[in-house]
């Protein structure tokens, strides 16, 4: 499995991020997936996850704020981020939404500032 995400980058706050997550290797259908970010210092965090049947959940933080979204046929997992601000600037990982992961791919890093 490759976990392979992408669209990170350095923004003001108050705009725009859309994360992409490409996994390969599986049938994305059968798994519940998330979107995990790790800021320096700090443990890693789910922030928001998306059930194989389409159902959503987020962490307080970003509610409001951030979409998850999957596209089972393109096999990707994606993150609309809105509004961010700079306690949002953290390496963003997708993968399994259990307590069994995949092994975490290299994330991409996302940086806001104020």
């Known amino acids: 499995v490759q976990l392979q995400a992408s669209g990170g980058g350095f923004v003001q706050a108050g705009v725009s991020l859309r994360l992409s997550c490409v996994v390969s290797?599986?049938?994305?259908?059968?798994?519940?997936m998330g979107w995990y970010r790790q800021a320096p210092g700090k443990q890693r965090e789910l922030v928001a996850g998306?059930?194989?049947?389409?159902?959503?959940n987020y962490a307080d933080s970003v509610k409001d704020r951030f979409t998850i979204s999957r596209d089972n046929a393109k096999k990707t997992v994606n993150l609309q981020m809105n509004r961010l601000k700079p306690e949002d600037t953290a390496v963003y990982y997708c993968?399994?939404?259990?307590?069994?992961?995949?092994?975490w791919g290299q994330g991409t890093q996302v940086t806001v500032s104020s």
């Open positions: 993968n399994r939404k259990s307590i069994v992961k995949f092994l």
């Open positions: 998306i059930s194989r049947d389409g159902s959503t």
């Open positions: 290797g599986i049938n994305l259908n059968n798994y519940d």
